[in-house]
């Protein structure tokens, strides 16, 4: 890999940490100001809600500068949500903001990959994107469990800094004083990212433009017969994933017993799974044969589904480290042809904008029945059973799709080239 690469990474790794610190910080402040439970869920659907109304212009604004620049900027954007959520401001509105300098970052960040890499790297270079992403993820919301905790709120608490302490005065606003930390070191990483050269013909006019240029991209990107099978996995496992989050944090306090600190953990434990996942993929699976990966999808439901006969925090380890690599085993190859596939039909940072608009129109809406499920008091175990079956489900009828189009297409001998499958030349 190219030494660039690496400070990408880096970059990556301290922003996403913050990011997942500051989430678990946030759910304790609505439980601080004793927010009713429908409302932890809507933390993630106010971060993710800019990537959706924002997705036919962050695409450009990635690929109008240099994507180091980009990154920097979008970085600092989530530096003052983060100190919105300190000094007083609601959780939801000040996330919110951290999710507009997050949905202005993924395109860069992912971009640039295409940028800086051949498309034959591009698994191996999704597989330790992700999983250090998903090691931020862990060391995330373990580390938000731990500056929440009494031992550690209480020293915390102790700290005198003149103009900054005086507005500490709960365990959570002295996560959120630390976490803060974590966004600072990613801008110094944002300053030592290469330019690659990369340079596009110009993207930013007319906002109802970019809106048409956009949803024509979204339309062609699904009637490509690689692209739409791709997308529509990775719009699935974000929507999912999103809501397994929560699921977990709630199973862990009904059926373990488990205090948000210790939930905090459980999630962590989930994400050292899909980091394992995306590992494995990285070494075992070329891009020519992703589609192998799609039965896992299934698989991960499954399992996902054995979760409500589990009551002991040993076996919720297994079975938790479990689903995340299988998680992490199918995404990362489907990730990567996505990348791939919009590569070649449109630029590197729409493509991604688009991908990030499809993924969290999922998040949104899994997350919206999710709140609306916990607001009727539906059990824990129920939601489980039913978020299983809709995962098995749905990737069964992907897998149905993506057989149609091999038998119409040969879409597997097609992956790598560099031109539209299913489309007119």
């Known amino acids: 890999m190219k030494p660039g690469f690496y400070t990408i990474m880096a970059a990556q790794f301290f922003s996403s940490l913050a990011d997942n610190a500051l989430l678990i910080a946030a759910i304790a402040l609505l439980f601080q100001i004793q927010s009713p439970d429908w409302m932890t869920p809507l933390l993630k659907l106010f971060f993710v809600v800019s990537y959706v109304l924002l997705a036919p212009f962050v695409g450009g604004f990635a690929d109008t500068l240099p994507k180091g620049k980009v990154m920097m900027i979008t970085n600092f954007i989530k530096v003052i949500g983060c100190l919105m959520m300190f000094f007083g401001i609601h959780p939801l509105i000040s996330y919110a903001v951290v999710g507009l300098g997050a949905a202005a970052y993924s395109p860069a960040k992912y971009g640039i990959l295409t940028e800086l890499l051949p498309h034959d790297r591009l698994v191996e270079a999704n597989g330790w994107i992700e999983g250090l992403t998903v090691t931020s993820i862990i060391l995330g919301t373990v580390l938000g469990g731990v500056l929440i905790a009494p031992g550690t709120s209480e020293y915390l608490l102790q700290l005198h800094i003149p103009g900054v302490t005086e507005n500490m005065d709960t365990p959570a606003e002295a996560a959120i004083f630390v976490i803060t930390a974590g966004y600072l070191i990613a801008a110094i990483f944002n300053f030592k990212i290469p330019d690659t050269g ?5 993207q930013m006019s007319h906002p109802a433009i970019m809106t048409r240029k956009f949803y024509g991209c979204v339309k062609q990107l699904w009637n490509d017969k690689l692209g739409q099978i791709s997308l529509a996995v990775t719009t699935l496992f974000w929507g999912a994933g999103a809501t397994l989050q929560f699921i977990v944090l709630k199973w862990a306090e009904v059926a373990l017993g488990l205090p ?4 905090a953990i459980l999630q962590g434990v989930c994400a050292f799974g899909v980091a394992a996942g995306a590992v494995a993929a990285a ?6 044969k992703s589609m192998l990966v799609l039965p896992m999808g299934i698989l991960m439901g499954l399992v996902c589904m054995t979760m409500v006969m589990v009551n002991n925090q040993g ?12 998680s992490g085993f199918f995404v990362v190859p489907m990730n990567a042809l996505l990348q791939h596939r919009g590569h070649v039909l449109m630029s590197a940072g729409r493509s991604i904008a688009i991908q990030n608009f499809n993924e969290n129109i999922s998040v949104l809406t899994m997350l919206s029945i999710y709140a609306l499920l916990i607001s009727f008091d539906v059990h824990v175990n129920t939601v489980i059973l039913m978020f299983g079956g809709f995962v098995m489900c749905t990737m069964s009828l992907v897998i149905l799709w993506h057989r149609r189009n091999q038998r119409l297409y040969n879409v597997e001998a097609r992956i790598g080239e560099d031109r539209p499958v299913g489309l007119p030349h």
């Not at 070494?283 to 020519?288: A, Q, V, W």
Request: hydrophobic residues 50%; without cysteine; aromatic residues 8%.
């Open 198 to 202: 990369a340079r596009y013909e110009p």
């Open 260 to 263: 948000l600190d210790k939930g």
């Open 283 to 288: 070494k075992m699976i070329p891009l020519k």
């Open 315 to 326: 076996m919720a380890y297994l079975l938790i480290t479990l689903i995340g690599a299988l």
